[in-house]
């Protein structure tokens, strides 16, 4: 199993920029995929941006160009750059790893974005 841990979640004005990390621990070198997810009040969990093995990066449209995912050399930690981010409330955003054998969540780390 892995375990995963959030940082750098806070309070942000539109237009400004957060950068979000997650730690993994346990049985990393089994994961086949590595992402962020957030979910709104009343939404559903959703796909923001993702790693796959085969070194597939997808965005979400909605944040297609303004955020960024990145890695460490070790696979075990990700990163999210979130730039321009726009006016919409609280979201919480949760790491993920998947492989052939479990699909492991953090415990979210909490966004919002002021007017």
């Known amino acids: 199993q892995v375990q995963l841990m959030e940082s750098g979640g806070g309070l942000v004005q539109a237009g400004g920029s957060l950068r979000l990390s997650c730690a993994a621990s346990?049985?990393?070198?089994?994961?086949?995929?590595m992402g962020w997810y957030r979910q709104a009040p009343g939404n559903e969990r959703e796909l923001v941006a993702r790693?796959?093995?085969?070194?597939?990066?997808d965005y979400s449209d909605a944040v297609r160009g303004r955020f960024r995912i990145s890695r460490n050399n070790a696979r075990n930690r990700w990163f999210l750059q979130m730039d321009s981010l726009k006016p919409g409330g609280k979201a919480e955003y949760y790491c993920?790893?998947?492989?052939?054998?479990?699909?492991?969540w953090g415990q979210g780390t909490q966004v919002t974005v002021s007017e």
């Open positions: 790693y796959v093995i085969d070194g597939t990066i």
């Open positions: 346990g049985s990393t070198a089994s994961i086949g995929a």
């Open positions: 993920n790893v998947k492989s052939s054998w479990y699909d492991e």
